[in-house]
């Protein structure tokens, strides 16, 4: 321990509201500092240096330093800037030989709570401390304060962000209760895309506009003829048309909602693309397809196979499986469909059950 550096308080404590540290390169300025704060009710401890002042406050943090501007190395401006960073709400009173306005004013600006001139007389110093303190305790009220409120923002803000996506959802059942065929058919989507990403490792941000996408990717059919949507026979090629209007109609409705999401609204457009370009409605191709659609695609066919329909069993998982992988590489990306594969080996649970597999009635609600 250097022998510039003293403190007069032998164990190390936790912040006491009366304590302080008085840093000066002169034993009998300190002193003379020393009791008129201790007289004061003030515990004390003592640096010789700036350097000794860090050391001391890294065991010993004090609400209050009082600091000599001219000293050796660090002076009171640099070491008033050190405690800025370290520990911002430490009222720092700074001591100048002379009437200084102008290093006053610096010290001021540099965050100083105020400061005193040589020579000083007990009662000046008593009344600036107290003034500094008081100075601390609102600028502390203040933090607080704005903290709380902070936080408070934040959680409006998460309560917003949940009614939304909830309202969202509702959408999405809004659909399922118009498409009898598909009940159930999102939340299953989503749950084989979620389980893609896991096998890809997909960073959460992605996971998380990927499960929202993945939700929301049939949206678009509100805007298809109920007539076409629950026709139970084949399509006519207008009716098909008709129908694969619904990725550009879902994202129309969903691009003013979901502006910060485009990896979700990506996913709404783009689930109908094909690997070999010769999907609807932008004909990309490949990689320039986004991931998180060709995800979906792949989650979305899954589902649709296994499915029950009012004319027939859903496909086993084996058999759905076959198809993926003979359409690899034309309609899904490879990496994708055997990603899947692994998800499904994995994880027993994802395969859907009997339920989902077996054929339906149709219930239309009226
Ligand atoms: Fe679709």
């Known amino acids: 321990m250097p022998d510039t550096f003293r403190h007069s308080v032998a164990t190390a404590k936790g912040a006491s509201e009366r304590a302080c540290l008085i840093v000066d390169d002169e034993p009998g300025m300190r002193a003379l500092l020393r009791r008129v704060m201790q ?3 003030f515990e004390c401890h003592e640096a010789g240096s700036g350097e000794d002042a860090l050391r001391v406050l890294a065991t010993n943090p004090v609400p209050l330093v009082l600091s000599d501007y001219h000293m050796p190395a660090m002076d009171g401006a640099a070491l008033l800037q050190a405690i800025q960073l370290r520990a911002p709400d430490t009222a720092v009173v700074i001591i100048t030989a002379t009437a200084d306005v102008q290093l006053a004013v610096k010290c001021l600006e540099g965050g100083a709570l105020d400061y005193l001139t040589k020579p000083f007389a007990a009662d000046e110093v008593r009344a600036r401390v107290a ?6 305790s609102l600028l502390r009220e203040n933090a607080a304060y704005r903290a709380q409120l902070e936080a408070r923002v ?3 803000a998460s309560q917003y962000e949940e009614l939304f996506l909830a309202s969202l959802q509702s959408l999405a059942d809004a659909l399922e209760v118009k498409d009898a065929y598909t009940w159930g ?10 389980a893609i990403a896991d096998v890809l490792q997909l960073p959460d941000a992605l996971r998380t506009q990927l499960e929202l996408g993945s939700r929301l990717h049939d949206i678009g059919k509100i805007g298809v003829r109920e007539a076409v949507l629950n026709k139970p026979g084949p399509l006519t090629g207008e009716e098909y048309a008709h129908v694969m209007e619904h990725p550009v109609i879902g994202w129309r409705i969903l691009s003013p909602l979901l502006r910060d999401m485009p990896h979700a609204l990506a996913v709404v457009r783009s689930h109908h693309e094909r690997f070999d370009g010769e999907g609807t409605p932008d004909q990309l191709l490949g990689p320039s397809i986004p991931l998180e ?10 589902d649709a196979m296994t499915s029950g329909r009012p004319y027939r ?5 084996e058999e759905a499986m076959e198809e993926l992988e003979r359409h690899a590489g034309t309609q899904f990306d490879p990496c994708c469909v055997t990603a899947f594969k692994l998800a499904l080996e994995r994880d027993h649970a994802l395969r859907p059950d009997w339920n989902v597999r ?9």
């Open 313 to 317: 069993d859903g496909m086993s998982v």
């Open 39 to 41: 007289a004061d009710g």
């Open 293 to 302: 659609a060709r995800i979906t695609a792949v989650a979305d066919s899954f």
């Open 154 to 156: 934040a959680e409006q």
């Open 131 to 136: 003034q500094a303190m008081a100075k601390r």
């Open 358 to 366: 077996r054929r339906r009635e149709l219930t239309l609600v009226a």
């Open 185 to 194: 058919h999102s939340t299953r989507v989503s749950r084989y895309a979620m």
